[in-house]
C-alpha cells in the first residue's frame, strides 16, 4: 500500500456530512440528525467555522451550542470530526489585533468580511490560535463521540499569499536560518545580475513592486518560504492536539495553492485529505472532452493517494456549487455551477472511493440561507422538501453499508506513477511563458492513461528517497523536472537500473534548486542519465505547427509548444519520434536509451493526448484489462487489492449508457448477479465487479 504510515485508518466506513448548528434554529437539530442517520450515516463534520460561537469575546469560551448539538450526535450514534477555526477569526480579534490581518502584494490589508483574511506569521495571532485549540481539545479530548480533528480549512484558498508586515520580517528570519551568510543567499540567488546583491540582512524582503521582471531565484524562495510558514502554522495546531489525545486523529482539507502538501503531511497531519468538487471540472474545463470534465478530479485524488494512501473527502459535492458577492472586486466573479443530472452525485461519490477515500462527507446538509454561499447546496433546498439527492444519498448509504468492510481493507495499486515535486511546480508560476503547458502535459499524461485503464498514481520527488515507493511502478513520468541536483539522478537512476522505464520531458534537469542554469548542455544534469544531448531548442510558433513521426505507426502528430532537437550519445539508444517538418525536419524528437534493466525515454516535445498515446504504443503498453473485457475509454476503471482477490470499480462520465463485453462470468458486488458478455452501464452508472485475480498483470511495458 502506498505511503501506509500516513493512510487513514477506520472501521466502519465512514460516511457523513457537514453540518452547522449554529446555522439553525435549535429547534431543527433533533430532526435533522435522525434523518442523517437514517439516509445511512455515521458521521458529521461541525465548527470549523464558530470560533465566533466558541470564544465570544477575548478569553471567554463558550461550548454549550455545540456540546448540546454533539449530545444529539450521540443520541443517534453519530460520531464527529470536529473543526478548529482559525481560517476565519472573528470581528472581535481583527478589530483589536490589527497585525493579525493577511496583505496583498502592494501592501493592502484584507479586512474582516469574508474569511481566510489571516495572515500565518503574526505572533499575536499564533498566539490567539493556541489558545482557542488548546481549550477546544481540552474540552472534547476525553469526548467518545468526537473521533478527530480538521485543523483549519482548506490552507490558502482564495488567497494563497500574503505580504503583511510580520511576513517580511518572517521571510527574512527564514532566509537567515537557511543561508547563514548573506554571501550564501546572493549565491543562491544570483543578485549580481542588475545589481541586486544585498550588504545587509535589513535589505531582504519578500518580493515587492518593482519596475519590471523579480529575480527567479528570490521568487521560488518566496514560495518555498510561504509553504514553511503554512506548514508551520499546522503543526502549531497539530502538536497541542496529539500531545493531549494521540488517539484523535488530526487531518487537514488541501489541495490548494503554494504548499508542499507532501511535506505538509508528512510533519504536521495523520494523513490528508480532500474536497471534492467535480462541478468545477464540468464548469471551467472546456479544454477538455465532456466524458474527462469531471473525471479530471481523479487526478486530484491521485495526487492524495499519493500523500496518504487512504484518505477523507471531508467536503464531497452534494448539489450546485457556487458563490456571490464580488460586486466591489472585479479580480473575482460571482458562480454556480451546474446542478449534478439525476446519478452525478452518486458517481463522484464512488469516484471518491475508487481512488481511496474511505470516508466521504457530503457538503452540506442544508443550503445556508445567509451569506455569500447560499448558492452553495446541500443535500437538503432550504426548504427541506424531498428532492433526488436525498433519495441518491440514502441508496449510497445502502451500498456503503454493504460493501463497506471490502473497501475499507482494500488497496490502489498503481503501475504507472507521475512524479512531481513543490520546486518544480513554483517554478512553473515563475516562468509562466511555459509553466502552465507544462501542467497540461501532465493532465495529458494522466488522460491517456486513465483512458487505456492503467491506474496512475501521483507522488512526490520526495519519494526518491525510498526505493520500495518506486519499484511498484513499470512506468514513471516526470513531465516538470526542470529544476534537479544529483540527489535527484541518483534516485531517478536507481529505479531506471532496477528495471523501471522512465520518461522525461522537454527542459529537463537545465537549473538546479536554487533556479540556476547548470553550465552544462541541454539536458543539463540528466544528459548522462538519458543519454542524449540537446543540439538546438525553440518555442513553436502556434500559426507554423511542428509535427513528429513516430517510427513504429508511421503516423504524424503535433509536437507542440516548445521543442528540443536531439543527438544521441549512446549506440544502444532508440528513435522512437522525428520532427516531421520545420528546419529540423528529420531530426530525433523522443529518444530511447537502455540503462541497466530499465530505459530512459527522453520527449523533446510538450506531451498531448495523441503524442503520449503514440509513445505508449511504441513501447507496447497496452490496456490491462483487455483480457478479460471490453471497455470504451470514456469508462474509468479503477481496480482495488483486497485479501480476497481483485475487484474493479467502473464509473460512466457519459450522459448515455455506455457498452462494455466481458469475457468472463463475474459477479457484481452491488447486486449479487453474475454478468457475462454485452452489458450496459447507464447515464452516470456505477458497476462494482469482483474479478478475481484477473489482473496479476497491470500492463506490460516494451
Known amino acids: 500500500m502506498l505511503n501506509e504510515f500516513k493512510a487513514f485508518k477506520t472501521e466502519p466506513f465512514l460516511y457523513g456530512v457537514c453540518y452547522y448548528p449554529e446555522h439553525w434554529d435549535e429547534s431543527l437539530w433533533d430532526d435533522d440528525f435522525r434523518r442523517i442517520k437514517a439516509t445511512g450515516m455515521n458521521v458529521v463534520r461541525l465548527g470549523e467555522s464558530a470560533w465566533n460561537i466558541w470564544e465570544p469575546e477575548e478569553g471567554v469560551y463558550f461550548f454549550e451550542l455545540f456540546d448540546r448539538a454533539i449530545q444529539l450526535c450521540r443520541?443517534?450514534?453519530?460520531?464527529?470530526?470536529?473543526?478548529?477555526?482559525?481560517?476565519?477569526?472573528?470581528?472581535?480579534?481583527?478589530?483589536?489585533?490589527?497585525?493579525?490581518?493577511?496583505?496583498?502584494?502592494?501592501?493592502?490589508?484584507?479586512?474582516?468580511?469574508?474569511?481566510?483574511?489571516?495572515?500565518?506569521?503574526?505572533?499575536?495571532?499564533?498566539?490567539?490560535?493556541?489558545?482557542?485549540?488548546?481549550?477546544?481539545?481540552?474540552?472534547?479530548?476525553?469526548?467518545?463521540?468526537?473521533?478527530?480533528?480538521?485543523?483549519?480549512?482548506?490552507?490558502?484558498?482564495?488567497?494563497?499569499?500574503?505580504?503583511?508586515?510580520?511576513?517580511?520580517?518572517?521571510?527574512?528570519?527564514?532566509?537567515?536560518?537557511?543561508?547563514?551568510?548573506?554571501?550564501?543567499?546572493?549565491?543562491?540567488?544570483?543578485?549580481?545580475f542588475w545589481a541586486q546583491t544585498y550588504t545587509d540582512w535589513g535589505q531582504v524582503y519578500l518580493p515587492r513592486s518593482t519596475v519590471t521582471y523579480h529575480n527567479p531565484g528570490h521568487l521560488l524562495d518566496f514560495y518555498r518560504f510561504t509553504s514553511d510558514a503554512t506548514i508551520a502554522f499546522a503543526k502549531l495546531q497539530y502538536d497541542i492536539i496529539k500531545d493531549r489525545n494521540s488517539a484523535q486523529f488530526v487531518t487537514h482539507n488541501g489541495l490548494f495553492e503554494n504548499i508542499d502538501n507532501y511535506k505538509l503531511t508528512e510533519q504536521s497531519l495523520d494523513f490528508m485529505s480532500f474536497d471534492s468538487y467535480p462541478a468545477f471540472g464540468l464548469m471551467w474545463r472546456k479544454d477538455l472532452p465532456l466524458h474527462f470534465r469531471d473525471r479530471i478530479y481523479g487526478m486530484r485524488l491521485s495526487r492524495v493517494r499519493g500523500m496518504s494512501a487512504k484518505f477523507l473527502i471531508l467536503e464531497q459535492q452534494a448539489g450546485a456549487g457556487g458563490q456571490s458577492g464580488s460586486i466591489l472586486q472585479p479580480h473575482i466573479k460571482d458562480y454556480m455551477h451546474y446542478t449534478p443530472k439525476p446519478g452525478q452525485m452518486r458517481l463522484w461519490s464512488w469516484q471518491s472511493i475508487a481512488h481511496g477515500a474511505d470516508g466521504i462527507l457530503f457538503f452540506r446538509w442544508r443550503t445556508c440561507t445567509v451569506g455569500s454561499e447560499t448558492l452553495w447546496h446541500g443535500l437538503n433546498d432550504y426548504g427541506n422538501q424531498a428532492n433526488r439527492r436525498l433519495d441518491e444519498a440514502a441508496k449510497l448509504g445502502e451500498e456503503l453499508k454493504q460493501l463497506g468492510p471490502l473497501l475499507v481493507e482494500s488497496s490502489c495499486q498503481a503501475s504507472a506513477a507521475l512524479l512531481y515535486d513543490y520546486d518544480n511546480d513554483s517554478n512553473c508560476k515563475i516562468e509562466g511563458y511555459i509553466g502552465p503547458n507544462l501542467w497540461r502535459s501532465e493532465e495529458a499524461i494522466y488522460q491517456s492513461l486513465s483512458e487505456r485503464h492503467i491506474l496512475t498514481d501521483q507522488i512526490s520527488n520526495q519519494c526518491l528517497e525510498r526505493p520500495e515507493f518506486l519499484s511498484r511502478y513499470?512506468?514513471?513520468?516526470?513531465?516538470?523536472?526542470?529544476?534537479?541536483?544529483?540527489?535527484?539522478?541518483?534516485?531517478?537512476?536507481?529505479?531506471?537500473?532496477?528495471?523501471?522505464?522512465?520518461?522525461?520531458?522537454?527542459?529537463?534537469?537545465?537549473?538546479?534548486?536554487?533556479?540556476?542554469?547548470?553550465?552544462?548542455?541541454?539536458?543539463?544534469?540528466?544528459?548522462?542519465?538519458?543519454?542524449?544531448?540537446?543540439?538546438?531548442?525553440?518555442?513553436?510558433?502556434?500559426?507554423?505547427p511542428i509535427y513528429m513521426e513516430f517510427q513504429l505507426q508511421k503516423k504524424k502528430v503535433l509536437a507542440p509548444v516548445f521543442n528540443e532537437v536531439i543527438k544521441l550519445l549512446s549506440d544502444d539508444s532508440t528513435i522512437i519520434a522525428k520532427y516531421s517538418n520545420g528546419y529540423y525536419s528529420g531530426l530525433p524528437a523522443v529518444v530511447s536509451t537502455p540503462l541497466g534493466k530499465g530505459k530512459v525515454i527522453y520527449f523533446g516535445a510538450f506531451f498531448t493526448m495523441e503524442n503520449t498515446n503514440m509513445l505508449l504504443d511504441s513501447l507496447e503498453i497496452k490496456d490491462p484489462i483487455s483480457v478479460w473485457a471490453e471497455v470504451p475509454a470514456e469508462i474509468e476503471v479503477i481496480p482495488r487489492v483486497s485479501k480476497n482477490g481483485e475487484f474493479a470499480i467502473f464509473l460512466n462520465y457519459m450522459n448515455k449508457p455506455m457498452c462494455i463485453t466481458l469475457h468472463k462470468s463475474l459477479k457484481n458486488l452491488l447486486t449479487d448477479e453474475w454478468l457475462l458478455g454485452e452489458l450496459k452501464i447507464v447515464a452516470y452508472g456505477v458497476l462494482v465487479l469482483q474479478i478475481s485475480s484477473v489482473l496479476e498483470d497491470r500492463f506490460r511495458a516494451g
Open 75 to 192: 443520541k443517534y450514534d453519530l460520531k464527529v470530526i470536529l473543526g478548529t477555526p482559525s481560517y476565519a477569526p472573528p470581528a472581535w480579534l481583527t478589530e483589536k489585533y490589527p497585525e493579525v490581518l493577511r496583505a496583498d502584494f502592494k501592501g493592502n490589508l484584507m479586512q474582516h468580511g469574508s474569511r481566510r483574511h489571516n495572515n500565518y506569521t503574526s505572533s499575536v495571532y499564533l498566539d490567539l490560535c493556541k489558545k482557542i485549540v488548546m481549550a477546544l481539545i481540552e474540552h472534547y479530548k476525553d469526548h467518545t463521540s468526537v473521533l478527530g480533528w480538521q485543523i483549519d480549512n482548506e490552507f490558502n484558498c482564495h488567497m494563497d499569499v500574503s505580504f503583511a508586515e510580520s511576513d517580511h520580517f518572517a521571510f527574512r528570519q527564514w532566509c537567515m536560518d537557511k543561508y547563514g551568510q548573506l554571501d550564501a543567499l546572493n549565491d543562491a540567488w544570483g543578485t549580481r
Open 474 to 544: 513499470k512506468l514513471l513520468f516526470y513531465a516538470n523536472a526542470q529544476l534537479l541536483n544529483e540527489e535527484d539522478v541518483i534516485g531517478l537512476k536507481h529505479y531506471v537500473e532496477n528495471g523501471g522505464t522512465l520518461v522525461l520531458g522537454p527542459r529537463s534537469g537545465y537549473k538546479d534548486r536554487n533556479n540556476r542554469c547548470y553550465m552544462l548542455p541541454f539536458p543539463g544534469i540528466v544528459k548522462e542519465l538519458a543519454g542524449i544531448e540537446v543540439e538546438e531548442f525553440t518555442m513553436v510558433d502556434e500559426d507554423e
